[in-house]
């Protein structure tokens, strides 16, 4: 692939969107060619299945249903979205990849991470991003920044033990991934913002 595949990860209201924001208008001033998409979602037929997953009315959906959904949005968005940009030569900038489900699904409602891994085989074998950037902050405090979980969002509706495993989740994921590091993101949105250009550069990930 010709262009750079950069994930957001983190937990509910960790900054993810704004960051994503943040980092786009720090890239537009600097000329370099990118999209921004998410997971689940990022394409049409994605999107219809992201509505699904987060429905809170679909309270009786299974956990093995659940990752099964979010895999095949994933497949859908990569052959949509993301797979024609990086062959543009263009950056991707994703809100949630592959390691949420690890975190969500695994560590959080206790899936074995050989069968998340099985699922995502296509994703794992063809579409390992450059870089995934943990927004580094406990559950806890990332929903007291957003007020609290959306009632409307069944993942947010889960309750505080199961995003605190989440969060756990996301830790050992550190260890396993190289492709992941934390950013710690207790300071401002902007220092935050300032530490991922920073790094981002360092990599030679995006222009300096």
């Known amino acids: 692939m010709k262009g750079k595949f950069i994930v957001f990860e983190g937990c509910e ?18 000329g370099i060619s990118h999209i921004l998409t998410r997971e689940p979602g990022g394409s049409d037929i994605s999107e219809s299945i992201r509505r ?14 659940e990752a099964l959904l ?13 797979e024609p940009a990086l062959l543009r030569g263009e950056t991707v900038l994703c809100d949630r990849y592959i390691f ?53 969002d069944r993942m947010e509706q889960a309750g505080s033990a199961f995003h605190a495993r989440v969060y756990h989740g996301y830790k050992e994921l550190l260890r396993l991934y190289p492709q992941m590091t934390a950013v710690d993101c207790s300071g401002t949105k902007y220092e935050t913002s300032a530490k991922i250009a920073a790094l981002l550069e360092e990599r030679g990930l995006i222009g300096r």
């Open 13 to 30: 209201g960790a900054g993810k969107s704004t960051q994503m924001r943040l980092l786009s208008e720090y890239m537009t001033a600097k």
């Open 52 to 65: 699904i997953i987060l429905d809170g009315k679909n309270s009786d959906m299974t956990d093995e249903c």
């Open 100 to 152: 949420s489900s690890f975190a969500y699904q695994g560590y959080g409602r206790g899936l074995s991470l050989s069968f998340l891994e099985e699922i995502n085989a296509f994703a794992l074998k063809k579409f390992m991003p450059d870089i995934v950037l943990f927004l580094d902050i406990p559950s806890e405090n990332a929903f007291e920044r957003k007020h609290g979980a959306d009632p409307d």
């Open 70 to 82: 979010y895999a095949a949005a994933r497949a859908q968005h990569l052959a949509d979205t993301v």
